[in-house]
């Protein structure tokens, strides 16, 4: 069996949604952008040899739709040559291309793969523009078929015996992790310089456009206590334990 290797690795900064740093920026640019960047790293590769992109999406409609891992090879790799296909595991889909890239490359069915993910919850509503349960499905005792991922992290809280407290903790000393690796510019190395154009109307009515750069995440907040986390209320389950605070959050970005 052929053992699969990492090579190159980039990532965007991760934007928050739906009022962020990106929400000028669609999904399939900001992942194009972020190929582009990754291939400096592998000057001598022929792009030619790529055997697949596999992108990750959780949303793909819109402008995340159309099969839009193949749009991406175009738009990324400035050939025609290599194909795409977009994969919906929602939350895991960005890890899961990277596990079928590895598959692939060990059981011989490919030998360079480009795999990752990309998402704006910006531009798409959560669940989508148009959701469409089956009714009958759910009101046959089945409507946890259609839980988000809060319904679901309170079913795993309640299982695992998972406290408030624990998961206020958890979310404060994530953000504490956060932002000293940026103070000390752990993340740059990794992270893609992104340029975003606005179009806004001035103080006078007129339309003027400015252009900006992202290569910081915006998530992280240094205000973030504990005495704050414990005092919000939860969101999803009545009497539940997850709160905005000890969520993640709504994100636009591609890696």
Known sequence: MKTAYIVAAKRTAVGKAPKGVFRFKRPD???AETIEAMLKDVPSLDKTRIDDVIIGNAMPEAEQG???ARLISLMGLKIDDVPGVTVNRYCASGVETIAMATAKIQSGMADCIIAGGAESMSYIPMGGYKPTPDYRVAKAGNEDYYWGMGLTAEA???EFNVSREDQDQFAYNSHQKSLKAQAEDRFQDQIVPINVEETFLNADGKKETRTYTVN???????DTKLEILAKLRPVFAAGGSVTAGNSSQMSDGAA
């Open 29 to 31: 640019e900001l992942a």
């Open 66 to 68: 159309l099969n839009m």
């Open 216 to 222: 910081k995440d915006e998530g992280p907040r240094a």
């Open 156 to 158: 795993v809280a309640n």
